[in-house]
């Protein structure tokens, strides 16, 4: 079973940094493409930024500039740098996995638990 695990959220100041990991724990045959999401209280979970297997990344408008997607060398292992955060940066972050976790599995999604991001004085 594939597990992912976020770490590295917090507090910050408007202007400020952060970098978020994410770790991930089983075997996934293929992974298709990893990313990041977000959810703000009372909003609907929201695409920050993706990249595929072949290192192709996309970014939400509102991130564009200022968020930075990446693959750690181990596998399937993904960071996020965060500069110049605004206080509507603030929600939870979850990293996702889509891919097969055996190579007769139907294409899936998965989710880690979240990380809380607080952009705030």
């Known amino acids: 079973q594939v597990h992912l695990v976020e770490s590295g959220g917090g507090l910050v100041r408007p202007g400020g940094s952060l970098g978020l990991s994410c770790t991930t724990s089983?075997?996934?045959?293929?992974?298709?493409?990893m990313g990041w999401y977000r959810q703000a209280p009372g909003k609907e979970r929201e695409l920050v930024a993706t990249?595929?297997?072949?290192?192709?990344?996309n970014y939400a408008d509102s991130v564009k500039g200022r968020f930075t997607i990446s693959r750690g060398d181990t596998k399937n292992t993904l960071y996020l740098q965060m500069n110049s955060l605004k206080p509507e940066d603030t929600a939870v972050y979850y990293c996702?996995?889509?891919?097969?976790?055996?190579?007769?599995?139907?294409?899936?999604?998965?989710w880690g638990q979240g990380t809380q991001v607080t952009v705030s004085y």
């Open positions: 089983g075997n996934i045959f293929m992974a298709v493409a």
């Open positions: 990249i595929t297997s072949g290192g192709s990344t």
């Open positions: 996702n996995i889509r891919g097969y976790e055996r190579p007769q599995s139907p294409q899936s999604d998965y």
